[in-house]
C-alpha cells in the first residue's frame, strides 16, 4: 500500500538490523486518518469473507483492528496480556513466546466474545516472529470458530512469522512487507 510505505519511509526510524520505530503514527502516537485508510483497505481485501468479529492483541494492534472493524460493521476483541480486575469470566488463553524479549506471556479473552458461528479476521500491527499471531489463531481453533485470515500493518519479511502463517495455507493481507533493512533504509518487497 503506496500511502502507508510512503509514511514508513517519512516517519519510520530504522533501528539496528531488525526493529523499526513508528511511533509517530502506529505505536505511540496514532494518525486516525490513516487508520481509517488501513481499516478501509483490510475491507476489500476479506469483503467476501462474511466475517463477523474483528480479533486482536492489546496494545498496539488495537488502533487499526478498531478501524477495520469500523469497515466491517463488526466487533473488535483483543485479546488481554494483563490479568484484569474485571476479566473473571471463563476464559480462553495462549502462551505467547517473544523472540525479542526472550520471554513468555499468557494471553487471554473471555469465551462470550468469541462462538463456534464466528468468521475471524486476525489483525495486527507487526508480524515479526509471528507468535502473537500464532497464540491468537489457537484461541480461534479453542473456540471452533473459522479463521478468514490475518492482516497485518507492517510485515517483516525477513523474520519467520509470514512464513509460518504461508506453511499453514493461512490468508495473510500485509499492506507495507519489508525485505531487509540495509544501512538504516528500508527496502520493501515488490507489490504483486
Ligand atoms: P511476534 O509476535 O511476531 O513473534 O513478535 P515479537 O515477539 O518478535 O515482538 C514483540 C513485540 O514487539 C510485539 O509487540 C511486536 O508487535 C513488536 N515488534 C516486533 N517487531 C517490531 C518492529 O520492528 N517495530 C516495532 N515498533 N514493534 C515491533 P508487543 O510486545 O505485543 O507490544 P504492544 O502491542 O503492546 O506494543
Ligand atoms: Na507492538
Ligand atoms: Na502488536
Do not use: C, W
Not at 92 to 104: I, N, Q
Request: charged share 25%.
Amino acid at each position: 500500500m503506496k500511502l502507508l510505505e510512503d509514511r514508513i519511509k517519512k516517519d519510520g526510524q530504522v533501528l539496528g538490523a531488525e526493529v523499526l520505530k513508528v511511533d509517530n503514527f502506529l505505536n505511540h502516537q496514532i494518525d486516525p486518518d490513516l487508520m481509517t485508510a488501513l481499516g478501509q483497505e483490510f475491507y476489500q481485501q476479506f469483503a467476501d469473507a462474511k466475517i463477523t468479529k474483528i480479533l486482536t492483541v492489546e496494545s498496539s494492534g488495537i488502533a487499526p483492528a478498531l478501524a477495520t472493524g469500523m469497515a466491517f460493521h463488526v466487533p473488535v476483541v483483543f485479546a488481554r496480556k494483563h490479568k484484569s480486575l474485571t476479566l473473571k469470566d471463563d476464559l480462553y488463553t495462549a502462551e505467547v513466546y517473544s523472540f525479542t524479549k526472550k520471554t513468555s506471556n499468557q494471553i487471554a479473552i473471555a469465551q462470550k466474545f468469541l462462538q463456534a458461528d464466528d468468521t475471524v479476521l486476525i489483525i495486527d500491527d507487526f508480524l515479526a516472529n509471528g507468535q502473537a499471531v500464532e497464540g491468537l489463531i489457537d484461541i480461534i481453533g479453542q473456540a471452533n470458530a473459522t479463521l478468514a485470515g490475518v492482516g497485518i500493518v507492517i510485515e517483516k519479511s525477513f523474520q519467520k512469522g509470514r512464513k509460518l502463517l504461508d506453511e499453514r495455507q493461512i490468508k495473510t493481507v500485509s499492506l507495507a512487507r519489508i525485505k531487509a533493512f540495509v544501512d538504516g533504509q528500508i527496502e520493501f518487497e515488490e507489490e504483486d
